[in-house]
């Protein structure tokens, strides 16, 4: 008989329990782990000759072994490496004896022609095995970690008394703070036996199996296994159709190939994807899992993560592969990605009307379904509301109106008519030589990212423009509209479906950190962020090699001139500031000429601003004039969001554009004049996406720009500038026709001259196809 003990550990790190005898759903719970057992295989203790320690990379684990350890939790270490540092040894002993027996025996020729012997592994390890404690203890020192050593062999499994003195050591050690390094017994321990298990008990055959026994005795949370490759692949890395398995398991098994063992190490870690011996690695860490311990194996070798490898894990970071005995119902997000690439191509590929009638049935859905969107709606509120995290201006974006669904309807059926001729039509077109044409064309950018806080509006928005330019969408919307956007993107994909092209909008719903998002640089082309400016800053820092459209701050000017209307001051001012003080083209700074101070003009404008009830922040400048000021700025860059707003005082236009330069963030700023050549120079000068001459901040949005809609405002120089609209999701390709050319034909001795002649344009790619 046997029974199961059930019973929670307390965390680290929040209320979030680990029930004992489950091992963690998801990554992002790894953060949770609080006993964390390190397995470190031959390949990453060892150099690539297998003579010596990898000092640089030792070195570096150790300082994420102690790190999490002054954190508070508790680590253990599971190495190999005694047998190469102990070859090393070794060696260098035989090589010294041999060169003094050289010298003994000059005359002996036979003495000149020895070689290195083979040298046995036992004795390798027994050689190395205090060498390498010596150097552990002396590195974790420097981190004021303390370490013991601890050798096993598979009869202190096997052996009930001594597999509980194992425990007991191991326990109080931990107690005390100190990290146990433990190592197979490879000075005695005899050759593994195939098929040696105990029934439901794995055997001790090599320090996986090692580390999957500790991992479970100890009840640890977690199990790293760190080796030469990547994590589990579904074929040979390097082959066409091979792909990392971010998430295994226990089902899966049949997903695996397998082929040849590790270079290094007595039992070694084995490649994955390749030898049947490996069968024991993959069933170690499954044994792990299955007693409760969540298990990630991954690179510890590459020199570019090797440093933060394992506190990544321990984040919950996409790294290696991750053992989970819970599979979600729905596609990885890979997957996602991947079905939306190929549903896209065909939606690139569809005749403009096609596009058009898809957009135009989903504005038809929006208000013909309205009542299921705001019933769902409604369910998001009243949680937002309940848990009161949520400010008010948030609130307003996350709420939908019968109102707010027909101007989006409106908005989608403008954006239906720019989809007749976004995508192949002609920009360019040259005659290259006789018979050799060349032409420019407008094509879809590929795969879009993007990713909206609490605004579910956004969903069926972005899902229109990538629909009239062709693009494939994947969507990441914030947990505050979750049933929202659930039904937004079912009913998207009810219109998709007309066309048979439902896949190319996919919604992410798993659990993936943005920041793993960020590193599809193989599957997604864009990312386009919708939210708050620490949103865009974090995901702008997160994006490894896939480029990002928006704006990390609004902060906008309005600038009041000497010559200004007082009329069209006022009407600008009150609408810039208080129209939707949370939008990023809010006004946040008043910059105004000084020959205004202290005339009827100021007094209106402040006096709008209290009645609007405004709270005005003082700049340096502006303090300076005022016996009896507001309070004054912390900063000239500041995002205020809400009803606030700086204000300061120039000498001049120029010092408007220099101040501007100076502490704007490039997105949206006005001057308000009456002197056109002033005007004029400020447009001009100012290298704002959006510079305005008497009219309010507020018209830098796309819907007001006639694009129909936006996906965002951009500040960046190269690509699209200031509301992006459907043109802002196009790139183009060269289309060359030629009759047989080659490029010998134009060389010196070639028969062909170039001609570069301009060719009117004709008609797009889709046109012609109708024509023919």
């Known amino acids: 008989t046997s029974c199961k003990v059930t019973y929670v550990r307390n965390t ?37 000759d297998e003579c010596g320690l990898a000092l640089g990379r030792l070195a570096s684990i150790v300082e994420q072994v102690a790190m999490l350890q002054n954190q508070g939790r508790e680590m253990v270490i599971v190495t190999s490496g005694a047998v190469a540092f102990g070859k090393q040894r070794l060696r260098h002993e035989i090589l010294l004896s041999q060169s003094v027996r050289q010298a003994l025996h000059s005359g002996n020729t036979q003495l000149k022609d020895m070689s290195l012997p083979v040298l046995e592994a036992r004795a390798c390890a027994a050689a190395g095995q205090s060498g390498l404690m010596a150097l552990y203890e002396a590195m974790f020192t420097q981190y004021s970690t303390c370490t013991a050593q601890v050798l096993v062999t598979n009869l202190d499994f096997h052996d009930d008394e001594k597999r509980q003195n194992l425990n007991s050591t191991l326990q109080e050690l931990l107690r005390m703070n100190i990290v146990p390094i433990i190592n197979t017994n490879d000075a005695v321990v005899p050759p593994p036996e195939p098929d040696s298990d105990l029934q439901g008990v794995i055997s001790i055959k090599d320090n ?11 009840k640890a949370d977690l199990l790293i ?68 311990t969540s298990v990630v194996i991954a ?39 991947e079905m939306a690439r190929n549903s896209g191509r065909i939606l690139a590929s569809l005749h403009p009307d096609q596009r058009r009638e898809i957009i135009c049935h989903l504005a038809e859905l929006l208000t013909e379904r309205k009542e299921e969107i705001l019933a769902a709606n409604k369910m998001d509120m009243e949680t937002a509301v309940s848990a009161g995290l949520l400010p008010s201006s948030m609130l307003k974006r996350l709420s939908l109106t019968p109102a707010k669904l027909n101007s989006l309807a409106i908005g989608l059926r403008q954006i239906a008519v720019s ?27 590929g795969v879009l990212l993007v990713i909206f806080e609490a605004r579910p509006d956004c969903l069926p928005q972005v899902s229109a423009l990538a629909i009239a330019s062709g693009n494939a969408l ?63 800053r974090d995901i702008q820092r997160a994006a490894k090699g896939i480029p ?52 009827s003009l100021f007094d209106q404008i402040i006096e709008m601003l209290r009645t609007e009830q405004v709270k005005i922040h003082a700049g340096p400048r502006f303090i300076s004039y005022l016996t009896f000021s507001p309070s004054e700025a912390k900063s000239l860059r500041t995002e205020y969001g809400d009803l606030q707003c700086c204000l300061e005082v120039v000498d001049s236009m120029q010092e408007a554009v220099d101040h501007i330069h100076k502490y704007g963030s490039s997105h949206t700023d006005v001057i308000i004049t009456e002197n056109e050549e002033t005007a004029e120079q400020f447009l001009q000068q100012l290298d704002s996406a959006c510079v305005f001459w008497n009219a309010s901040s507020r018209f830098a949005d796309g819907y007001r720009f006639g694009l129909g809609a936006e996906v965002g ?30 490029a010998a034909d134009f060389s010196e001795h070639g028969n062909m001259k170039y001609l570069h002649e301009n060719l009117p344009l004709r008609q797009t790619l889709a046109e012609q196809r109708d024509n023919s």
């Not at 390097?238 to 397998?258: N, R």
């Not at 989970?324 to 990885?332: D, F, L, M, T, V």
């Not at 050799?436 to 407008?442: G, N, P, R, S, V």
Request: glycine share 10%; aromatic share 4%.
């Open 225 to 292: 296994v760190l080796s030469d490759v990547e994590g589990l692949y579904n074929s040979p890395p390097g082959t066409d159709d091979s792909k990392l398995i971010d998430i295994f398991y226990p089902g899966d098994q049949q997903s695996i190939t397998y082929g040849t063992k590790s270079r290094v190490g007595i039992g070694g870690m084995e490649a994955k994807w390749c030898s049947s011996n490996c069968l024991l690695q993959v069933k170690a860490a499954l044994w792990a899992l299955q007693g409760g």
């Open 419 to 445: 989809a007749q001729d976004s995508v192949g039509r002609v920009l360019r077109r040259t005659r290259v030589a006789h018979c050799l044409e060349l032409e420019q064309i407008t094509v879809p950018i």
């Open 548 to 599: 990002v459209l928006g704006h990390s701050e609004g902060i906008c000017h309005v600038y009041v001139d000497a010559d200004a209307s007082v009329d069209k001051v006022i009407k600008i001012v009150r609408d810039s500031k208080c129209d939707y003080p949370a939008a990023c083209n809010a006004m946040e700074t008043l910059l105004i000429h000084r020959s205004i101070l202290k005339t």
């Open 208 to 218: 996986d199996s090692l580390a999957a026994r500790l991992a479970v005795e100890m």
């Open 713 to 742: 405002i951009s500040t960046a120089r190269v690509h699209a500038r200031g509301p992006v609209g459907l043109e802002g999701l196009l790139t183009i390709k060269w289309v060359l026709r030629g009759d047989g050319h080659t």
């Open 12 to 48: 680290p790190h929040g209320n979030n329990h680990k029930v004992r005898g489950t091992s963690f759903a998801h990554r992002g719970e790894l953060h949770h782990a609080k006993r964390i057992v390190v397995k470190l295989g031959s390949a990453v203790v060892t150099r690539g």
């Open 299 to 337: 690179n510890g070798t590459n020199p570019k993560v090797t440093g933060h490898v394992i506190t990544d894990i321990v984040e919950g970071k996409k790294v290696g592969t991750f053992f989970s005995e819970i599979k979600p119902a729905g596609p990885s997000v890979e997957e996602q990605a």
């Open 474 to 536: 994947l969507l990441k919307g914030g947990k505050e509209a979750a049933n929202t956007n659930r039904v937004l993107h079912h009913l998207t994909q009810e219109a998709l479906s007309v066309h048979g092209v439902q896949e190319a909008v996919q919604m992410v719903s798993t659990r993936e950190e943005v920041a793993d998002l960020c590193r599809l640089d193989k599957m997604i082309d864009l990312i386009i962020p919708r939210g708050s400016s620490q949103l865009v």
